[in-house]
Nanobody, 111 residues
Framework: EVQLVESGGGSVQTGGSLRLSCKPS????????MMWYRQAPGNECELVSS???????YYTDAVKGRFTISHDNAKNSVDLQMNSLKPDDTAVYYC??????WGQGTQVTVS
C-alpha cells in the first residue's frame, strides 16, 4: 500500500513561513509527478503546485513568487516552502503522487 506522509503544517501569522514535507512510504519520488493540493472550508480542492520527475514545476497564480516546491533527494521527500503567508492560504494541504496516491492532509492556518 502506497502511503504519503505529510508534515510541517501549523498556525502562523500573516507574513510568516511554513515548510510542508511529503514522504512516500516506499517509492522513489523521481518516478512520479508530485502535487500539493489544498482545500479551504466551503471551497473546492485546488492544485497549488506540482513537480515532475525531471524537476519541471507548476504554481497556481495565487502562490507564484511565494511558494517553492522542490525534491529533497536525501530524504526522498517533496517539500513546499511557503513564504509571505496570507489568511487566504488557510486550508488543508494534501500531497499527491500522479494524482493517484494521496496523503492524509495537514492543516495550515494563517491569521
Amino acid at each position: 500500500e502506497v502511503q504519503l506522509v505529510e508534515s510541517g503544517g501549523g498556525s502562523v501569522q500573516t507574513g510568516g513561513s511554513l515548510r510542508l514535507s511529503c514522504k512516500p512510504s516506499f517509492f522513489i519520488l523521481d518516478d512520479f509527478d508530485m502535487m500539493w493540493y489544498r482545500q479551504a472550508p466551503g471551497n473546492e480542492c485546488e492544485l497549488v503546485s506540482s513537480i515532475s520527475g525531471d524537476g519541471s514545476t507548476y504554481y497556481t497564480d495565487a502562490v507564484k513568487g511565494r511558494f517553492t516546491i522542490s525534491h529533497d533527494n536525501a530524504k526522498n521527500s517533496v517539500d513546499l516552502q511557503m513564504n509571505s503567508l496570507k489568511p487566504d492560504d488557510t486550508a488543508v494541504y494534501y500531497c499527491a503522487a500522479d494524482n493517484t496516491y494521496w496523503g492524509q492532509g495537514t492543516q495550515v492556518t494563517v491569521s
